[in-house]
């Protein structure tokens, strides 16, 4: 039997749900029926190590470096080659010549045709596999775009490529569909995300986590960024305290990345260090999370939510913002979906911390929660074998 050659292209690997999706994708799909590659735009981060044997990471060219980064970044690094890269790619994306740049930097890459091509990330790397020469070629949707449009600089270059994939998939039904309101595309479909259940089950029994007791532990874990929305967590629990309502509250926050800086302040301002504990990135978040009482999504806008499935796995009851897809992957049963904003926030977080019965009944409806993934499982396979 021929195996089929299959690549997914990233543009780097960071702490992040797609990097945690796609080694999960890996590890449970049947990869001894296919040659797998990763192309990784930007060799950055440290994730995307935990992969099968077999499956091969090809690292872009000095062309993408600054592909994962903003103008703003990239100057504010002072680098000058960095910058000249940047204002480069700028220019080629502007003008709509960054096709004939592509395929000259993937004949560098790669030494051999692909059967399929998938764009496992929104933005550039659909413009790399676009102006590819794989034989198929499918787009992973992870981003709500009415809250965030990646492409929005460079509309017109991007309708003129989407037009070249096989198929676009939503990783979910509201993601899809808040896509398809920016640009008009024929074939698409919904894979929704796996979770490796077991993986996660055995990871927080890795270390054994003790809090007080007495306390109501709370916690977060994610990229400090602003769509996570921590530093709105943070004035929300600063109007808590300030009306006593956090008495007995312990707030943890896991993660961290460009707004680290920001929250940690906002902590100092509010003098809420004995409440609200930055403890920074953790590569594993499990036993933390298994240990506490609820778990905060406090994003503006998060697509899928993995760390929220994650937290249900685990047994934890979830307080979540109304954000894209929460109400295809959460119900009333498991937690709460309240307003998105820090009003909602509020409301939320007061009524946790006055109600453990409340809690005491989620974590009850919790010990029959499954995430099954096989369906998902056959559809990608499906998707790979087309």
């Known amino acids: ?65 600054a592909v994962d980064l903003t103008l703003k970044e990239v100057i504010k690094s002072k680098n000058l080659k960095l910058i000249y890269s940047k204002l480069r790619l700028i220019y080629l994306m502007k003008t709509k010549n960054i096709g004939k740049k592509i395929i000259k930097e993937r004949n560098k890459m790669f030494s051999k045709k692909y059967d399929v091509e998938i764009a496992f990330k929104d933005g550039f790397c659909a413009l790399f596999t676009a102006y590819g020469n794989s034989i198929k070629k499918y787009h992973w949707l992870h981003t709500d775009y009415s809250m965030y449009d ?21 990783i979910s039904n509201s993601v899809l569909e808040r896509f398809l309101e920016k640009y008009k595309v024929k ?40 769509m996570k929305g921590y530093d709105r967590l943070v004035d929300v629990l600063n109007e808590l305290n300030i009306d006593k309502k956090l008495d007995n509250v312990v707030v943890r926050l896991i993660g961290d990345g460009p707004d680290f800086e920001l929250v940690k302040n906002k902590v100092e301002e509010y003098k809420l260090n004995d409440k609200v ?101 056959e559809s990608i396979e499906d998707l790979l074998d087309e």
């Open 277 to 377: 504990i930055l403890m920074g990135r953790k590569t594993n978040p499990f036993p933390y999370v298994s240990s506490s009482d609820c778990f905060l999504m406090c994003s503006r806008y998060e697509p899928f939510g993995l760390v929220v499935l994650e937290s249900l796995i685990l047994g934890i009851p979830v307080l979540s913002c109304d954000v894209a897809s929460i109400k295809e992957i959460m119900n009333s049963k498991y937690g709460m979906i309240v307003e998105n904003s820090n009003k909602g926030l509020y409301d939320g977080i007061l009524k946790v911390v006055n109600d453990m019965k409340m809690l005491n009944k989620y974590k009850e409806n919790l010990k029959s929660y499954k995430y099954d993934i096989n369906k998902i499982l």
């Open 187 to 226: 074939k698409t479909d919904v894979i929704f995300n796996i979770i490796d259940s077991n993986k996660i089950i055995s990871k927080s029994k890795e270390e054994n986590i003790k809090y007080d007791k007495d306390k109501i532990n709370l916690i977060s874990v994610g990229r400090i960024h602003n």
């Open 150 to 170: 990646c492409t929005e600089n460079y509309h017109d270059l991007f309708e003129s490529i989407f037009p070249k994939f096989d198929k676009i998939i939503g």
């Open 1 to 65: 039997m021929i195996k089929k050659n299959i690549l997914f292209v990233v543009d780097e690997k960071r702490m992040g749900g797609v990097s945690v999706l796609l080694e999960d994708i890996l590890n449970n799909i049947n990869v001894d029926k296919y040659n797998i590659d990763i192309a990784v735009l930007h060799n950055a981060g440290d994730y995307l190590n935990n992969l099968p044997k077999n499956v091969n990471i090809i690292y872009g060219t000095s062309f993408f470096d």
